[in-house]
């Protein structure tokens, strides 16, 4: 009786164990080490001096460097990366603690993903976070996602629990942490800013297709559009359709720089905005749900001022002026930004330009045909016979 009793507590102890790992024995053998539980796994680490990340994989790796404040993807040209992705992946890294750990032997290492890098399959994807001046502030070595029950269907496409992963100065432990790391990976549109260009206060917007194309313009932001050119009336609803959808044309990725895009053949847009700036961009090939193109920004922003009020206190206007010069300087910096996508050509998506790029034809408005029967003629004929 006793002995069954002892058995029972063991079992229950196990089961209520915190993350108990499932490893390297068919059994699912566990231990953790009491004293690193739950320590950092990069006590001296702060984000404020990363200036560079790697990702190495055994596909391939991706280097982001930080230049001038901006995040850049070096295999991208020097594209702008996602400020928010690089600044949740450092933070997650400085956030790691220790969680169960377990003796892995280097045969074992494979089956963990966390062989050598560059050791084929099995091999660990490497993280690396430096200084600017080069210096290795963190390195880790990621492995398989940790679940805590074995997901249904295909487990590389599940999230995870956690990760399994190593210290390169420890390469005879393995580590369960609680964040699965997705963001450690080395695909390009994984790190792309999606950030385009954000058109407003637009002035007029010309089309032009293979033997088609559209012009509309309006005098000031309150006015009606006017369609150039003989026949049909403009639809107004699809002359707005068209300025919503250019209010943000984000990026989808990069192209590369030997890719067959295509921007010679394709539609070209030009759109002019009362700020005094001029958005030209070329479109090319198709790339399933995504279009090749090119965007230029020309010109220098320059926003009017609202009039003031004829009475208002100096306390306002002085609000008034402070939220005029931060507009400004919005505008300015979003300009820069998007003047600096000239050099690049780009894969924006196929759908959000289907308001915009349109023949002349289907921006006019369709009448309504009423097709129903004018049964009052009947009547007048039955009361006639």
Do not use: C
């Amino acid at each position: 009786m006793a002995n069954r009793v002892v058995i029972i507590l063991i079992a229950l102890a196990v089961a209520a164990g915190a993350g108990a790992l499932y490893l390297l024995s068919g059994e699912g053998k566990s231990s953790s080490n009491a004293a690193a539980l739950g320590q950092p796994l990069f006590p001296q680490l702060k984000a404020a001096e990363v200036a560079r990340l790697t990702v190495a994989d055994p596909k391939g790796s991706i280097n982001l460097e930080k230049k001038d404040g901006r995040w850049t993807i070096a295999e991208a040209g020097g594209f702008a990366a996602d400020i928010e992705k690089v600044s949740e992946l450092v933070v997650k890294v400085l956030e790691l603690k220790t969680g169960q750990t377990e003796p892995i032997g280097e045969k074992e290492r494979p089956r963990m993903q966390l062989a050598p890098p560059g050791k084929g399959d099995g091999a660990a994807t490497v993280l690396t976070l430096k200084a600017a001046d080069g210096k290795v502030l963190a390195e880790l070595l990621v492995g398989k996602k940790y679940f805590k029950t074995q997901p249904e269907g295909d487990a590389g496409r599940a999230p995870g629990d956690g990760r399994f992963v190593m210290l390169p100065a420890d390469p005879a432990r393995v580590i369960v942490v609680s964040d699965p790391l997705k963001q450690a990976t080395t695909a390009v549109a994984e790190w792309v800013s999606r950030e385009g260009v954000a058109i407003e206060n637009i002035k007029s917007i010309e089309v032009k297709t293979a033997g088609d194309g559209y012009r509309i313009a309006r005098e000031h932001m309150d006015a009606a559009w006017v369609l150039d050119g003989k026949g049909g009336e403009l639809d107004q609803n699809k002359a707005n359709g068209a300025t919503y959808a250019l209010a943000k044309v984000e990026v989808a990725d990069v192209a590369a720089k030997d890719a067959d895009a295509g921007l010679d053949g394709g539609a070209q847009l030009t759109v002019a905005t009362f700020d005094g700036l001029e958005y030209r961009m070329k479109f090319g090939k198709q790339d399933k749900d995504r279009t090749f193109a090119q965007l230029v920004v020309e010109g220098t922003p320059a926003r009017a001022a609202k009039q003031a009020p004829v009475d208002e206190k100096p306390e306002d206007k002085a609000k008034r002026e402070k939220a005029e010069a931060e507009e400004a300087k919005r505008l300015t910096d979003r300009v820069a930004r998007e003047k600096a996508l000239a050099t690049f050509t780009v894969l924006v998506p196929r759908g959000k330009l289907d308001d915009v790029i349109k023949k002349r034809s289907d921006m006019l408005k369709v009448e309504q045909k009423d097709d129903r029967k004018d049964y009052s003629k009947d009547d007048r004929k039955g009361a006639k016979r």
